[in-house]
């Protein structure tokens, strides 16, 4: 069973308001993801990581930022929320490419 | 451009019933097909299969990759109320990156 976090699961926020959503792994992953779900649509990848200090922008465009200061953790940011962000953030890590194992979830509401 | 796309969208059967979910693939450079299932919550791995994987069961799920028709097949046999989720399907390529489809929503009536 794979141990990944996400914080908070759900946040209703205005527009203009800086937000951090957490996501925090136990299993010693180097590869981290951030994916982008909206209702009834595909996962896309927002972001991504090979390791500490390593960070890559995924296929999907997004305001958003990220950071890898340590292993475990991978946060992100989104400076100014505006409704248009408003989707479902997925987090994920993996040892390889290919079975990546995905947290809970933060269903981000931006009014 | 890659490309995952899965059918049906949408899926209402009794329980009991055997169900075949489908997914064909545009992938560059082919590595590997994976499949997911996503309830309320995270999407949760069931199967991959490669080139040299083509078929894996577990239980009552199986899956078969088709490598010259470009597709795979996700088998649910003797379904249950606890099948019903979001079924995904994505694909892996040179890139390394996973390319999902939309998913098929597998409802599961008692």
């Known amino acids: 069973e794979a141990d990944i976090y996400q914080t908070p699961r759900y946040l209703v926020i205005g527009t203009g308001k800086k937000i951090t959503l957490e996501c925090s792994q136990t299993m010693g992953h180097d590869k981290m993801y951030w994916y982008q779900q909206d209702p009834g649509m595909e996962l896309h990848l927002i972001h991504y990581s090979y390791g500490v200090n390593s960070t890559e922008k995924g296929d999907l465009s997004s305001e958003s930022t990220v950071s890898r200061i340590r292993t475990e953790h991978f946060p992100l940011t989104l400076e100014s929320a505006r409704p248009s962000h408003t989707s479902q953030y997925l987090c994920a890590s993996s040892e390889v490419w290919d079975t990546q194992y995905f947290g809970p979830g933060t269903r981000l509401t931006v009014l | 451009e890659d490309k995952v796309v899965q059918s049906p969208l949408s899926l209402v059967v009794h329980e009991g019933d055997t169900v075949t979910l489908n997914c064909s693939y545009e992938?560059?450079?082919?590595?590997?097909l994976l499949w997911y299932k996503q309830e309320k919550k995270a999407p949760t791995f069931l199967f991959m299969l490669t080139s040299s994987g083509i078929e894996k069961k577990s239980g009552r799920l199986s899956s078969i990759l088709d490598k010259k028709e470009l597709s795979s097949i996700l088998n649910i046999t003797a379904t249950q109320t606890g099948d019903s989720a979001i079924y995904l399907c994505?694909?892996?390529?040179?890139?390394?990156?996973?390319?999902f489809g939309k998913g098929t929503k597998l409802t599961v009536n008692p």
């Open positions: 992938v560059t450079n082919f590595r590997s």
């Open positions: 994505a694909g892996r390529g040179g890139s390394e990156k996973l390319v």
